[in-house]
Protein backbone atom coordinates (compact mmCIF):
# COMPACT_ATOMS: atom_id res chain seq x y z
CA UNK A 1 0.00 0.00 0.00
CA UNK A 2 1.10 3.74 -1.01
CA UNK A 3 -0.35 5.95 1.33
CA UNK A 4 0.38 9.86 2.01
CA UNK A 5 -1.00 12.00 4.53
CA UNK A 6 -0.65 16.04 3.61
CA UNK A 7 -2.73 17.26 6.90
CA UNK A 8 -2.04 21.40 5.18
CA UNK A 9 -4.81 20.16 2.26
CA UNK A 10 -6.58 17.91 4.55
CA UNK A 11 -6.18 15.17 2.29
CA UNK A 12 -5.38 11.68 2.30
CA UNK A 13 -4.25 9.32 -0.42
CA UNK A 14 -4.17 5.77 -0.34
CA UNK A 15 -2.51 3.79 -3.75
CA UNK A 16 -3.01 7.79 -5.69
CA UNK A 17 -6.67 7.49 -4.61
CA UNK A 18 -7.07 11.22 -2.73
CA UNK A 19 -9.96 12.30 -0.89
CA UNK A 20 -10.07 15.68 1.19
CA UNK A 21 -11.64 17.79 3.22
CA UNK A 22 -10.43 15.54 6.53
CA UNK A 23 -10.09 17.05 9.56
CA UNK A 24 -6.67 16.23 10.67
CA UNK A 25 -5.97 18.15 13.92
CA UNK A 26 -5.07 15.11 15.57
CA UNK A 27 -2.10 14.84 13.63
CA UNK A 28 1.52 17.03 15.35
CA UNK A 29 1.64 20.56 14.26
CA UNK A 30 5.03 20.07 12.94
CA UNK A 31 4.06 17.43 10.68
CA UNK A 32 4.11 18.48 6.99
CA UNK A 33 3.26 14.92 5.05
CA UNK A 34 3.76 11.24 5.87
CA UNK A 35 4.90 9.10 2.66
CA UNK A 36 4.80 5.27 3.35
CA UNK A 37 4.73 2.60 0.72
CA UNK A 38 4.40 -1.33 1.61
CA UNK A 39 6.45 -1.87 4.72
CA UNK A 40 8.51 1.24 5.57
CA UNK A 41 8.55 5.44 4.73
CA UNK A 42 8.97 9.01 6.25
CA UNK A 43 7.72 11.70 7.92
CA UNK A 44 8.58 15.22 6.24
CA UNK A 45 8.58 18.34 8.22
CA UNK A 46 7.75 21.87 8.53
CA UNK A 47 10.71 24.54 8.74
CA UNK A 48 11.15 25.45 12.13
CA UNK A 49 10.44 29.59 13.41
CA UNK A 50 14.17 30.08 12.24
CA UNK A 51 13.04 28.46 8.54
CA UNK A 52 15.66 25.91 9.32
CA UNK A 53 13.89 22.14 8.05
CA UNK A 54 14.46 19.16 10.04
CA UNK A 55 15.79 16.04 8.39
CA UNK A 56 13.08 13.68 7.02
CA UNK A 57 12.37 10.78 9.64
CA UNK A 58 12.51 7.55 8.36
CA UNK A 59 10.03 5.22 9.90
CA UNK A 60 9.53 1.19 9.93
CA UNK A 61 5.52 1.10 11.18
CA UNK A 62 2.79 3.82 11.04
CA UNK A 63 2.63 6.20 14.16
CA UNK A 64 -0.72 6.05 15.46
CA UNK A 65 -2.72 9.18 14.36
CA UNK A 66 -1.46 7.76 10.39
CA UNK A 67 -3.35 4.70 11.57
CA UNK A 68 -6.70 6.93 12.02
CA UNK A 69 -6.01 9.34 9.16
CA UNK A 70 -6.04 6.03 7.17
CA UNK A 71 -9.05 4.75 8.92
CA UNK A 72 -10.94 7.63 8.35
CA UNK A 73 -9.85 7.61 4.90
CA UNK A 74 -11.53 4.03 4.35
CA UNK A 75 -14.74 4.62 5.88
CA UNK A 76 -14.83 7.90 3.35
CA UNK A 77 -13.66 5.60 0.24
CA UNK A 78 -16.58 3.23 1.27
CA UNK A 79 -19.17 5.63 1.10
CA UNK A 80 -17.94 7.03 -2.24
CA UNK A 81 -17.88 3.59 -3.52
CA UNK A 82 -21.72 3.15 -2.35
CA UNK A 83 -22.84 6.42 -3.80
CA UNK A 84 -21.48 5.52 -7.33
CA UNK A 85 -23.03 1.49 -6.91
CA UNK A 86 -26.86 3.17 -5.85
Not at 1 to 11: A, G, R, V
Not at 32 to 56: C, R, T, Y
Not at 58 to 80: E, G
Amino acid sequence: MKLTIIPSDQSIYVDNFNISGFDLSFIPQNVHALQWKDESGWIEFVENDDLSKPANERILSLPDWANTAYNLWVVQKALIDEENNS
